[in-house]
Nanobody, 129 residues
Framework: QVQLVESGGQLVQAGGSLRLSCAASGRTFSRYAMGWFRQAPGKEREFVAAISRTGGSTYYADSVKGRFTISRDNAKNTVYLQMNSLKPDDTAVYYC??????????????????????WGQGTQVTVSS
């Protein structure tokens, strides 16, 4: 099993930047594809970004493409989400998630909550207008 702890969320003005971190402990981090999800007040949790076990493949939701960048450092057991050009609509609790194995199957990326087995507790990001 792997334990995930997010950090880096805070209040930021629109147009600003933040970098979220997710530290993993437990089993070998490099065995896990990782993802970021978010949940805004009154809304369902949604996919944000995912990264393969080696970091060589990434995938983004259309709403964040070109603004957010997911990356990982397997030596530090950490996955990151760099968020630029933040908008008030990005306000949400951001969750880190992991799944053992590949990021995709038969050309389809794993984007759904139930496809990830391990979750952090979340970190709040608030973007003011």
């Amino acid at each position: 099993q792997v334990q995930l702890v997010e950090s880096g969320g805070q209040l930021v003005q629109a147009g600003g930047s933040l970098r979220l971190s997710c530290a993993a402990s437990g089993r070998t981090f490099s065995r896990y594809a990782m993802g970021w999800f978010r949940q805004a007040p009154g809304k369902e949790r949604e996919f944000v970004a995912a990264i393969s076990r080696t970091g060589g493949s990434t995938y983004y939701a259309d709403s964040v493409k070109g603004r957010f960048t997911i990356s990982r450092d397997n030596a530090k057991n950490t996955v990151y989400l760099q968020m630029n050009s933040l908008k008030p609509d990005d306000t949400a609790v951001y969750y880190c998630a992991g799944r053992e194995g590949s990021i995709l199957y038969s050309g389809r990326y794993y984007l759904r909550e139930y496809e990830y087995d391990y979750w952090g507790q979340g970190t709040q990001v608030t973007v003011s207008s």
